[in-house]
């Protein structure tokens, strides 16, 4: 099973401290996170080849883009959770990508420099 979130961010902001605060109290929600209802099965390659993986998406809240996002005055920042289960114990992987205007691709959104994490 998997979760998404996506939220907006000034460069003020960032600097401050808001957008690691928000990452961490969303990675620690995933990390508590024991049993889930529902799901689906990712199953490993067996092959060895570049560019295999798993693709989500996500529809975000129409409110994030603004004049701020296209502008290039916010951030968009994409964390995720997946939760799995290997030999019935629960294991997290949680991620983030962010997007800015002028920087970043769309279809190739940036690494955060934190927020990432497996167990």
């Known amino acids: 099973m998997f979760v998404m979130d996506a939220f907006t961010a000034t460069a003020e902001e960032e600097s401050k401290g808001a957008v690691i605060a928000k990452l961490l109290e969303y990675m620690k929600s995933c ?23 798993y693709t989500v998406s996500v529809k975000s809240k129409p409110e994030l883009v603004d ?22 114990i629960p294991k997290h992987s949680y991620f983030c990508y962010f997007y800015k ?12 420099t934190s927020g990432h994490h497996a167990d």
């Open 31 to 53: 990390q508590v996170t024991k049993q889930w209802s529902g799901g689906s099965v990712v199953y490993h390659s067996t092959s060895v080849s570049v560019g295999v993986g």
């Open 101 to 112: 205007q002028g920087v970043t691709k769309i279809q190739n959104l940036n690494i955060c």
């Open 67 to 88: 004049d701020g996002l296209v502008g290039g005055g916010k951030l968009l920042f994409v964390q995720g959770c997946f939760l799995y289960k290997t030999f019935d």
